[in-house]
T-cell receptor, first 115, second 110 residues
Framework: NAGVTQTPKFQVLKTGQSMTLQCAQD?????MSWYRQDPGMGLRLIHY???????DQGEVPNGYNVSRSTTEDFPLRLLSAAPSQTSVYFC??????????????FGAGTRLSVL | GQQVMQIPQYQHVQEGEDFTTYCNSS?????IQWYKQRPGGHPVFLIQ?????EVKKQKRLTFQFGEAKKNSSLHITATQTTDVGTYFC??????????FGKGTSLLVTP
């Protein structure tokens, strides 16, 4: 199994451009999430999904859209990129595992710079 | 909403010294998880604590969950250079996504 796959690994955008960060998981997990990581800020939740067709906002949703048309895929769209969106983005998936332990599995991340 | 706070933000130790990071939640947690992120890497699950006062050990790592289920700690005995990284605690938000603390970055010099 590949686990959680994120593409691209690196991206440079100009202010105002739009793009989609891809995330796919092959573990048949119900829950998927997007986080951004900035120095000294930890991991902040952007959006999450509890299943196909169901999404909800996290702590920092502004400027981002998501959709979940399949269990496997959870793309994150930047509508009009801003320098404040320069960050490392992590996608994660999880399911209720053995004895109720809900492990989140993270992708390798996308490093995004907005100029 | 739920806030998860960690201290210290940074810790620099000599190899062989002990290390502790503390986690506090603004609300009672159903469980707490700990993750480790190596430099340039992604967070990796370490452990989950569920019961009040629970203590779990993984080799040189000891994890504790407070009696009130609002705080937790991670203690590393005799640090090694392989322990370098950022350690995060996290609590579940409405059961569907994790709220992470800001993490403690550990630097170990030989």
């Amino acid at each position: 199994n590949a686990g959680v796959t994120q593409t691209p690994k690196f991206q440079v955008l100009k202010t105002g451009q739009s793009m989609t960060l891809q995330c796919a998981q092959d573990m048949n997990h119900e829950y998927m999430s997007w986080y951004r990581q900035d120095p000294g800020m930890g991991l902040r939740l952007i959006h999450y999904s509890v299943g196909a067709g169901i999404t909800d906002q996290g702590e920092v949703p502004n400027g981002y859209n998501v959709s979940r048309s399949t269990t496997e895929d959870f793309p994150l769209r930047l509508l009009s990129a801003a320098p404040s969106q320069t960050s490392v983005y992590f996608c994660a998936s999880s399911t209720r595992g053995d004895r109720g332990v809900d492990i989140q599995y993270f992708g390798a991340g996308t490093r995004l710079s907005v100029l | 909403g739920q806030q998860v706070m960690q201290i210290p933000q940074y810790q620099h130790v000599q190899e062989g010294e002990d290390f502790t990071t503390y986690c506090n939640s603004s609300t009672t947690l159903s469980n707490i998880q700990w993750y480790k992120q190596r430099p340039g890497g992604h967070p990796v699950f370490l452990i989950q604590l569920v019961k009040s006062g629970e203590v779990k050990k993984q080799k040189r790592l000891t994890f504790q969950f407070g009696e009130a289920k609002k705080n937790s700690s991670l203690h590393i005995t005799a640090t090694q250079t392989t322990d370098v990284g950022t350690y995060f605690c996290a609590g579940w938000n409405s059961g569907y996504a994790l709220n992470f603390g800001k993490g403690t970055s550990l630097l170990v010099t030989p």
